[in-house]
């Protein structure tokens, strides 16, 4: 397999059921070997012992923990080749009540710290390899009470292509998935019917929601250098076409 | 806004989340109800002996309550210079009393020999010690001591009363024993903000009940904040209330949890009719007619609302939204101060019941909107352990609510005393509003 021994870092893997964890599956499944990051150290251990990787607790709005992350990772396994930022949680806040407080966490962990996680992934890609930041639909159709949390992941969609730009003479690839409507594995299927679901599929052209497998599947793809090698500084919508918008039924 | 992030806060529930309720809602919810703010923090297991023992309690004496800003009455219940309440948690007693220069909190000891100076709320235009006449300026100055001659060693400037630090807030007054304590304004963030349309400055006490409870303060605390329990503790409320889908935020010092009603819980296994939900709203008797039939083509939650708006409108002056008429809005300002949303009019205080680690006081207030002239709040009414919330019929039937909720708490009590295990755990997300009470907790025990 072409990803076989190569080292993933991937940050924002310390739930339970969230794009970071699918992605570090898909990735284990394929051969690489997964240091699997973020702030809460005991999902993280297990998903490691799972996946017969490593875990290495990170904050990513602190740029020494993202340096040690890369350090640990590069020292325990010899390498990296690929990283991907799925950190960031959600937070929304109509612009009408907005402060510098309010402000300013966001940017910490969406912002500085996405910008930093791309540097100290590059500067230990000295094989070449691929960087991946999380993006959302919500940085591509304009919702209310997401200027700040949307804003932060917008701006990181333009660094991406500045980062590609610069690094794209060491082999160094950067792209983003930008994840529209994805729903969690339902275990109960008594909520078929559920209202949110309802209120979306009209404007998804593929007609449901996602899973986290798309997602995953995405980011196999974009890691893969033998499957997506001349990609670089690509915005890939994984959102059943809800990004596109479209005339009214 | 979409549901995209779900996984992210892998917290929710099948239901449908509140921001995507409300966005249906005829008349909008405001700006502060469109607020998320999930927070991830480390607090999920605590020691037990934080709810059982004597030590612990001894701890949040010397490190928490001395060094807090804690509500201590509302200024309506002081309005005139004199007027004055003592505010006591555990072995501290604090005078807080109203002065020509404002709102003044002084300790509650004489500086002679140490008796208590007021027994009881009340108004006064000096402090004059019941033993030997010591006298203080209601400012904390010092007025006057009976054979002055004999204490030639006082020095006046320096004998005044020791002080607590006074701020004001939405017409609650809070004290801080701490002198080098941050501003109220710095502690509140964004509480202000947030009440800023809900002006509880412009709403007086309807009524103010308090209760004995026999259980530790932060264990009957704990069980008002979170909609979790609704499905064991008040399952009457299920088909019209959304208990699993409530969200919960963190700012600073406060948390918020929304509960929307006029939803159905995501437990149940059926889908109740609009009817069915109003009927849990309204706690409709089962041999008794609905309050309301729900006419063709209205939901319960527009119903709702509809039958409160105009009071609303009238006593607000603006077209007050679904959500503000319907939703359960609770927040929390550390350690023990819950303001709920007006048109809910709860406000909740806990405290230890004087120094016992196993006894606590718990508050309700209703503080509601009024035009034209201030009522004059309502004066506690105590009711003792033995007695049932129902004795306070002010409560209406919220009190047949509160029942449910004290025939859980002394087993939890028991409970915990009882316990093997070292640690209770809460859950990620629907108990986020208890886990970060204790992790500022945790930071208050851990100061030097």
Known sequence: MSLENKTAVIIGASGTNNFGVAIARKLAENGCKVVVSGRRSEPLKNLAAELKGLAVTCDISDEAQIKSLFETAHTETGRVDIAINSAGGLAAAPISMLTKELIQPTLDTSFTGALLFMRYAAEHMDKGGSVMTISSLTARLPGPALAVYAAARSGIDFAIRVAAVEYGAQNIRFNSIAAGLIQTDMTDAMFQDDATEKRFIPHIPLARMGHPNDIAETALWLADDEKSPFITGQLIDVSGGQHMGRLPH | ?448
């Open chain 2, 1 to 448: 806004m979409g549901s995209e992030e779900r996984l992210d806060i892998s917290a929710h529930s099948a239901g449908i989340s509140y921001q995507d309720l409300i966005a249906s809602d005829r008349v909008q919810a405001p700006d502060v109800l469109k607020m998320v703010s999930p927070i991830d923090l480390p607090t999920t297991k605590v020691p037990v002996s934080q709810f059982t023992t004597r030590e612990f309690h001894d701890l949040e004496m010397a490190k928490l309550w001395p060094k807090v800003w804690q509500m201590a009455c509302r200024e309506e219940e002081i309005p005139r210079e004199g007027d004055h309440i003592i505010y006591e948690i555990g072995k501290y007693s604090i005078i807080v009393i109203r002065t020509a220069e404002g709102i003044k909190a002084h300790h509650n000891s004489c500086l002679h020999r140490g008796r208590r100076l007021r027994d009881r709320d009340g108004r006064v235009f000096q402090f004059t010690c019941p033993f030997h006449g010591f006298t203080w300026n209601i400012d904390g100055s010092l007025k006057h001591i009976p054979s002055r001659w004999d204490f030639p060693d006082i020095v006046d400037e320096e004998f005044g009363l020791p002080s607590a630090k006074v701020g004001t807030w939405g017409g609650w007054v809070f004290i801080n024993m701490d002198e080098n304590a941050e501003p109220l304004q710095d502690f509140l963030g964004v509480l202000p903000d947030h009440f800023k349309i809900w002006q509880p400055e412009n709403c007086y006490i309807q009524a103010h009940v308090a209760k004995i409870m026999a259980t530790n303060w932060k264990v009957v605390q704990e069980a008002f904040m979170e909609a979790y329990h609704v499905i064991m503790t008040h399952p009457q409320m299920l088909p019209g209330i959304g208990d699993e889908n409530s969200q919960y935020d963190v700012w600073g010092n406060i948390s918020r949890a929304v509960t929307p009603n006029g939803t159905p819980s995501p437990h149940l296994s059926y889908n109740p009719d609009e009817q069915a939900m109003f009927d849990a709203m309204s706690d409709r008797r089962m041999d008794a007619p609905p309050i309301v039939e729900i006419p063709e083509g209205m939901t319960a939650r527009g119903t709702s609302a509809a039958g409160s708006r105009q009071t609303a409108n009238d006593l607000t002056g603006r077209e007050v939204s679904d959500a503000e008429l319907v939703d359960s809005i609770y927040y929390t300002v550390f350690p023990n101060f819950h303001p709920w949303s007006p048109f809910n009019r709860i406000q909740y205080r806990f405290r230890p019941y004087q120094d016992d680690h196993r006894k606590s006081v718990m508050e309700v207030y209703f503080l509601a909107p009024f035009k034209g002239e201030r009522p004059a709040p309502a004066k506690t009414h105590w009711l003792t352990e033995q007695q049932d919330w129902t004795d306070a019929e002010e409560l209406g039937m919220l009190a047949r609510v509160f029942n449910q909720d004290s025939m859980n708490l002394p087993n939890v009590q028991i409970g915990l005393e009882a316990a093997q295990n070292e640690e209770v755990i809460f859950s990620r997300y629907q108990e986020t509003k208890i886990r970060h009470f204790h992790h500022l907790l945790n930071e208050y025990i851990s100061r030097a």
